[in-house]
């Protein structure tokens, strides 16, 4: 695969944009047109892609905080990444072009996929690109600092009420994501991701992006046909009507303990939020059917046919209510 | 003391100016009241005349003349509010809550009624341990699929291997 590098003349247009802002404050954010917006977040996800950077960044959501360090590394040839989760269970992910490595030492296993195309933070998915030109207005705002660089905030606002508001903070320099937060119905911040450090090129090299587990992994266990188990597990549940723009990414099936009892779990995804829903088909002690939250996530149960329907939600009630009411059983 | 003899002149109507003095000393002694009301009835029963009755009649006037003396009392307010109907009320809404507590599963914010009942109590603690059971799995198990769980570049998918599922 080749990569080119972010076309000079896009970026300037867009970086003649941002600067604007950084001398002229807006009283309102500005709200762009769609080819303009969607050419904006294109140069992002492009930026994502096609630099060289090394940084740390802080993801907090439900209350907790992880922190990762990511060095980024292309040379026109390939583009090489490696994520080290910094607090808590070590893991680390290499990627070379669209094949990643998951590393995880303390199990001593090493996982493998194939074919991972798509790019989120910094980047951002061809799938969110897709979302924000269908169901959402863009705005441009005023400069902020993120990790001691100036950055200009995007703020993506959801057209229905299927969705949450976004915000983006945009490097001035080189448009890059330096931060993104997802902020729900009631205000509240359901996800944050920044960096807290970042440095561009430099001395960045291919060899940064090479684990530090990578010899020793040789001798671990390796599984490739994981993500088959999970996939080609077929379920008797499916959700008739999803809102617009949202698609399943993940089906699973367990068996929770010896007496019989099974759980699926699918996965809905409009590219920024995730909704889970869980099929049980016996009763936890403290399942109440109704809506109810947990933190800044939206939860919604029933029972169907006798089993017992969670819907877990980053969306907004009525996204995870036409989920949910929309769950049904082919048996 | 007033004495008898200007009692019963007073009752025969023959005191004069000195009829308001007397009146209230005879108010203010017992002996002096019993003794009016004697020679009232006995004069009364006597003789039929009514001039005893005239002077009970300027007696009464003369008492109702006098200013109502309201004291101040200490007692407890009590509450207009609590009519029957709002008693009633109560006691439904208190056994709904009670019945819907005891006989349907909860969650932690349902049964944040401040109870004291130390046996109830530690049935509310248990109650929330279940609830946590039940929702805690599911809350994991989704916040390690949200696009960006694992940071950049991370998909849903990929980060459900690393979780050795």
């Known amino acids: ?162 969705r949450f508001r976004h915000e983006l903070w945009i490097d001035q320099k080189t448009s890059l994501q330096l931060k993104a937060q997802m902020i729900n119905e009631r205000g509240e911040i359901a996800e944050q991701i920044m960096f807290t450090q970042i440095s561009f090129g430099g001395d960045i090299a291919a060899e940064d992006c090479i684990s530090k587990y990578a010899e020793d992994a040789m001798t671990w266990r390796m599984d490739k046909r994981a ?56 009763k936890k002690r403290g399942f109440r059917t109704g809506l109810s939250k947990e933190g800044t996530l939206n939860v919604y149960r029933r029972v169907v046919d006798g089993d017992f329907v969670t819907v877990i939600g980053d969306a907004p009630v009525s996204a995870i209510t036409l989920i949910g009411d929309s769950v049904v059983s082919s048996r | 003391m007033v004495s008898k003899e200007k009692i019963s002149s007073l009752v025969d109507g023959e005191s004069g100016e000195e009829f308001d003095q007397l009146l209230d000393e005879i108010h203010a002694s017992e002996h002096c009241r019993e003794a009016w009301y004697s020679y009232n009835l006995i004069g009364d029963v006597l003789n039929k005349t009514g001039v005893a009755g005239a002077s009970l009649d300027r007696f009464r006037r003369s008492l109702d003349a006098e200013p109502t003396v309201i004291a101040p009392r200490v007692r407890v307010k009590k509450r207009d509010s609590w009519n029957p109907f709002v008693r009633i009320a109560a006691s439904i809404s208190f056994v709904g809550v009670l019945g819907w507590y005891v006989f349907s599963d909860l969650s932690p914010l349902d049964v944040s009624v401040a109870w004291k009942n130390p046996e109830l109590t530690s049935r509310q603690i248990a109650l929330e341990s279940a609830y946590d059971e039940a929702i805690a799995d599911y809350l994991a198990a989704h916040n390690q699929v949200a696009p960006r769980a694992a940071g950049p570049g991370m998909i849903p998918e990929i980060l459900e291997e690393s979780r050795g599922n």
């Open chain 1, 1 to 162: 695969m080749v990569l080119r590098p972010v076309r000079l003349d896009r970026l300037l247009i867009f970086i003649v944009a941002l600067v604007g802002t950084h001398n002229e404050a807006f009283a309102e954010p500005k709200k762009l047109d769609a080819a303009a917006a969607l050419n904006a977040l294109e140069m992002v996800a492009n930026a994502g892609r096609s630099l060289n950077f090394s940084g740390t960044f802080v993801r907090q959501k439900a209350g907790a905080v992880e922190t990762s360090k990511i060095t980024h590394f292309v040379d026109g040839r390939r583009e090489l990444e490696k994520v080290e989760r910094l607090d808590g269970v070590p893991v680390e992910l290499v990627r070379a072009n669209d094949e990643v490595l998951i590393y995880l030492p303390e199990e001593k296993f090493l996982r493998s996929r194939s074919n991972v195309k798509d790019r989120s933070f910094p980047a951002i998915t061809k799938e969110q690109l897709a979302t924000v030109s269908q169901f959402y207005d863009v705005f441009l705002g005023n400069v902020d600092r993120v990790a001691g660089r100036f950055a200009v905030k995007v703020i993506l606002e959801p057209k229905d009420d299927l």
């Open chain 1, 227 to 282: 993500r088959q188990k999970v996939s080609k597990a077929s379920s008797s549940w499916y959700v008739s009507a999803h809102p617009p723009g949202y698609r399943k990414v993940l089906e699973m099936h367990k068996q929770i303990n010896a007496s019989g009892n099974e759980q699926t779990h699918l996965v809905f995804t409009d590219g920024f939020a995730a909704v889970s829903v869980f099929i049980e088909n016996q």
